[in-house]
């Protein structure tokens, strides 16, 4: 029997080079609490062991020779289907593709699919010409019709055959991170249709070549923000400001260094925009002159004149239509109640995140981070410490039912999670 706080994922490993990369997916799975059993079909078998699987997930992995085994209670596709929160299934290849996209059901993997009724994620992976074929894009098209199936890209590169091309498998942190969304959000889409522009990172305000002013913040609230609008359906544009990390395939990249660079794309993308996050840490001032070429150490200032960069969510603000949500952050020390509702109200925004960053596992580089949430109905909620994915998916939870409506009808009673 399911409940509201199980995690249960059931990973279908179909025949595939791309295979091993499930080690790693099931592993990082497991240590983060994850319950995880695993499906392997028979081609699946000559590129990975069973044993390898049962000992990453620490449970036995099953295989059509497990079909109809008598151990069993129950027929062993109906447990299982029953038994998952989500279904993974990595990597995908053609045939079970085609089964999946005409119903059909001869092996266990299949079988399971049609016995359950988690969302599915499908990570394909086969070779370039062979992802390409017509048959095989209209069985990909067709499969997507139905709103269980959850879709993952393929990327470019260098394949097993050594075609440089389409058909590569998503890699195993972005399959991780698709997996817990949907364990948080059941897989709904309730952003589809919509466009989210989002900003991450810390901006640099430079000197010279070699010198800046900047911060720590690492971009990783504002990336998981965009992995979580992406897998609830939003078309999504990410202007972020120099990061240690590659955004993932579906979310449209626009990299800045500055605060003019970082205002000029948010004001060109901003008329599209349904819902705006402005999560990066921007520079609140500049050195005054630039030098275009190193500067010697005995040139350096005594003292350094600054100015202000552009307050560019406060122009955001100004430049907003009434349909477009305006999220902001701020991130303090002490008291982080006060001058985060001071930032709502003088900037004009719909929803501010106040979080702490004097506090172990939240704030600039944690992968984790606690926040409360602000906004202008005096509508209050306090989110504990959680992954940043999570607490992007809190956030959306938060502001997505007000999208085209004047309150937080939902969740107006709500305090603590």
């Excluded at 240590?31 to 449970?59: D, Y």
């Excluded at 988690?118 to 070779?127: C, G, W």
């Excluded at 921007?282 to 004149?305: G, I, N």
């Amino acid at each position: 029997m399911k409940n509201a706080k199980s995690r249960r994922v059931l990973v279908g490993v179909s025949g595939g080079i791309a295979a091993y990369k499930v080690c790693e997916v099931v592993s990082t799975l497991f240590k983060a609490g994850v319950e995880v059993r695993v499906i392997l079909t028979s081609k699946a078998q000559e590129f990975i062991t069973p044993l390898t699987l049962a000992t990453l997930s620490r449970h036995p992995a099953y295989t059509d020779e497990n079909f109809w085994e008598s151990t069993h209670s129950r027929p062993l596709h109906i447990d299982l289907g029953e038994w998952a929160d989500v279904f993974v299934i990595a990597p995908l290849s053609a045939n079970t593709l085609a089964k999946l996209a005409y119903g059909m059901a001869d092996n266990l993997l299949t079988n399971t699919v049609l016995a359950s009724k988690s969302p599915i994620l499908l990570v394909p992976a086969m070779n370039t010409d062979m992802w390409e074929q017509m048959s095989v894009q209209r069985n990909w098209q067709q499969l997507l019709t139905d709103s269980r199936y959850h879709a993952m890209n393929t990327a470019s590169g260098l394949l097993a055959c050594d075609r440089v091309g389409s058909g590569r498998m998503a890699e195993p942190p972005e399959i991780v991170a698709y997996t817990q969304s949907l364990l948080q959000t059941f897989g709904k889409r309730d952003l589809a249709g919509k466009r989210v522009l989002i900003s991450a990172g810390g901006t640099r305000e430079h000197l010279d070549p070699v010198r800046f002013i900047g911060n720590p913040s690492t971009g990783k609230m504002g990336l998981a923000t965009a992995l979580a609008a992406l897998h609830r359906g939003a078309n999504v544009t990410l202007v972020h400001a120099p990061a240690n990390w590659d955004v993932p395939l579906g979310i449209q990249a626009i990299p800045v260094v500055s605060a003019d660079q970082m205002r000029a794309s948010m004001l060109e993308y901003l008329l599209n925009a349904d819902v705006i996050v402005m999560s990066a840490a921007v520079a609140d001032v500049k050195p005054r002159e630039y030098s275009y070429q190193k500067l010697p150490k005995r040139s350096l200032p005594e003292t350094l004149p600054l100015e202000f960069v552009p307050d560019i969510i406060a122009e955001l603000a100004t430049c907003k239509q009434p349909h477009q949500k305006l999220i902001g952050f701020a991130a303090q020390t002490g008291d982080i109640i006060k001058p985060a509702l001071e930032k709502l109200y003088n900037k004009n925004l719909d929803v501010i995140v106040a979080n702490p960053i004097d506090e172990p596992g939240s704030g600039f580089g944690s992968d984790n981070n606690r926040a409360v949430f602000l906004d202008k109905q005096g509508t209050k909620l306090e989110i504990a410490s959680c992954s940043k994915l999570e607490m992007a998916h809190h956030l959306f939870d938060f502001v997505v039912p007000t999208l085209g409506m004047g309150m937080h009808s939902e969740i107006q009673s709500t305090t603590n999670i």
